[in-house]
C-alpha cells in the first residue's frame, strides 16, 4: 500500500513562495510516477505538475510553468513542489500523487494513470 503525506502549505500574500513536500512509503514500481495535483471548491481536481521517477522528465500546467518546480529527493522519498510568484489564483488544496506511466514510460496527465493521492495540504493566496 502506497501512503502519502502532504506538508508545507500556508497563507501567502501575491509574490510571495511556499515549499510543499510529500514523503511516499510504500512500494515502489519501475513505471511509477509522482505529481502534484490542486483542487478549489466546485471545481474538479487539476493536475499541477508530474515527474517520471526513472528518468526525472517532467511536465507542468500551462498555468504554473515557469513559476513551479517539481523535484525529488530519492534518498528521503520525498517529492517537492517549490512554488514562487504564487498568484490568488494558485489557492487551492494541494494533492500529492503516485501512479503508473502509461504508453513508453510517460508521465503526461494523459497518459499516466494516478491512482493515490495523499490527504492534501492547504495553501492560501492573497491579493
Known amino acids: 500500500q502506497v501512503d502519502l503525506v502532504e506538508s508545507g502549505g500556508g497563507s501567502v500574500q501575491t509574490g510571495g513562495s511556499l515549499r510543499l513536500s510529500c514523503v511516499r512509503s510504500?512500494?515502489?514500481?519501475?513505471?511509477?510516477?509522482m505529481g502534484w495535483f490542486r483542487q478549489t471548491p466546485g471545481k474538479e481536481r487539476e493536475v499541477v505538475a508530474t515527474?517520471?521517477?526513472?528518468?526525472?522528465?517532467?511536465f507542468y500546467d500551462s498555468s504554473v510553468e515557469g513559476r513551479f518546480t517539481i523535484s525529488r529527493d530519492n534518498a528521503e522519498n520525498t517529492l517537492y513542489l517549490d512554488m514562487t510568484g504564487l498568484k490568488p489564483e494558485d489557492t487551492g488544496m494541494y494533492y500529492c500523487?503516485?501512479?503508473?506511466?502509461?504508453?513508453?514510460?510517460?508521465?503526461?496527465?494523459?497518459?499516466?494513470?494516478?491512482?493515490?493521492y495523499g490527504p492534501g495540504t492547504q495553501v492560501t493566496v492573497s491579493s
Open positions: 500523487a503516485s501512479g503508473n506511466a502509461g504508453d513508453l514510460g510517460s508521465c503526461h496527465p494523459t497518459l499516466a494513470r494516478f491512482v493515490n
Open positions: 510504500g512500494p515502489t514500481y519501475k513505471r511509477n510516477c
Open positions: 515527474r517520471t521517477t526513472s528518468t526525472g522528465s517532467t
